[in-house]
């Protein structure tokens, strides 16, 4: 039986795991963490074929620039010198151009759409138990510019063939009565489903250990030992690890640990960050408040509130400020509700990782032929989970993948 040794266990490391231990392998997850935060656990569990455009889109540099001096803004970049970040930031703006936006749509929307049906199906199989619900997703907004802009992202939608609704005051008002008066409309993607993180991260992962997958937590990768185009084993600081094959599904870390072993695989940072509610709020819907750029999503027990995309490193470290912007947000545009101060202090983090072109890295490596690696994924990594999960799977048992693999090519900068 191969043995597989995944770095990293996240949702992309533990749905890898999944689909192949279901293939036949020997799996190995080590994780530098316990897997019980960071970003798998405090996203807001969208499964999203709404999110259909890459990060790297036209405007998203002038924005930035415009934000970067203000701590609280939605998108925010912290200035320092990091000759990383540059280099970085250089093929974010190559990226961000029409043309390259126009070509990443149709694949956006085909692998959130593959990966959606595949929740359905683990759901299905009652391997293990999770929630996931198909209420769709509101893009809510209380400006005539977000208006326009999200009846303009709409009608591309429907081109696409997604099943979405725009909604008027009183539409948008009906289905969820809680918004505020000065909330004037909506756009209801009725594709999108939502669940709840952590109990899936949970159960996944005790589904993981009673099918032999062995878990090694609080583990750093020091080094690789390599021979010629295949890697023999990775060492901790305390283990040495062999494998027939490795994935590398580090996150945000992917870029350095990659840069041991002579790759280029550009990852920033993108920190987020999320409040929980277990109080009654009222609200019904997955939302995401456009102007303050904040999801909102009713969870199983809870309700969490989450946004924000910061640049800054790889620091954990929840600042105030955001914190207080997204619970601001919150009260600004739902009646009566104002997040406590114990809720706001007890708010976490995770850091995502971006590509500068918005696309994840999914593939084996040029330099490598036992060397897959899985990243990139942006603020769609808990949505695209099992179908990256699936695709890795396939590749390590050279099956045909099932989708077209060249637009996530791991060597692509």
Sequence with gaps: MKKIAIIGGGINGLCSAYYLVKAGFEVT??????????????N????????????????????????????????????????????WAWNFKKSATNKKVEKAIP????????????????????????????????????????????LKLAERGKELGLEIQALDTAALHKLEPGFKDDVIGGVHYECDTHSTPNLFMKNLKSWLKKNGVQFLLEENVTRFDIA??????????????FAD???????????????QIGLNIPIQ????????????????????????????TPMNGFTRFAGTMEISGSSSKVSPVRVGAIANAASSYYKGLNLTSEEKEAAASGLRPLSPDGLPYIGKTQKYNNLSVLTGHAMMGWSLGPISGKLIAEIISDQKPSIYLRPFKVDRF
């Design 107 to 150: 694949v956006l929307k085909e692998i959130n759409i593959k990966s959606r049906d595949l929740y359905m199906e683990m759901l299905d199989t009652m391997d293990f138990n999770f929630h996931m619900e198909k209420k769709g997703l509101l893009m809510v907004y209380k400006s005539e510019e977000n208006q326009d802009h999200e």
């Design 269 to 296: 940072a993108g920190k987020g960050y999320s409040i929980n509610t277990s109080r009654e709020t009222g609200i019904k819907l997955p939302a995401i408040l456009t102007e303050a750029k904040v999801a909102v």
């Design 29 to 42: 997850i080590l994780d530098k963490g316990s897997i019980t935060d960071g970003a798998s656990f405090v």
């Design 44 to 87: 807001a569990g969208y499964v999203t074929p709404s999110h259909f455009i890459p990060f790297a889109a036209p405007g998203m540099i002038n924005q930035g620039i415009k934000w970067m001096f203000n701590s609280s803004s939605p998108f925010y970049v912290k200035p320092r010198w990091d000759t990383d970040f540059f280099k």
């Design 245 to 259: 094959e490795f994935v590398l599904a580090a996150g945000s870390w992917t870029f350095e640990l990659a840069k």
């Design 228 to 241: 010629g185009k295949a890697i023999k084993s990775v060492h901790t600081q305390t283990k040495e690890i």
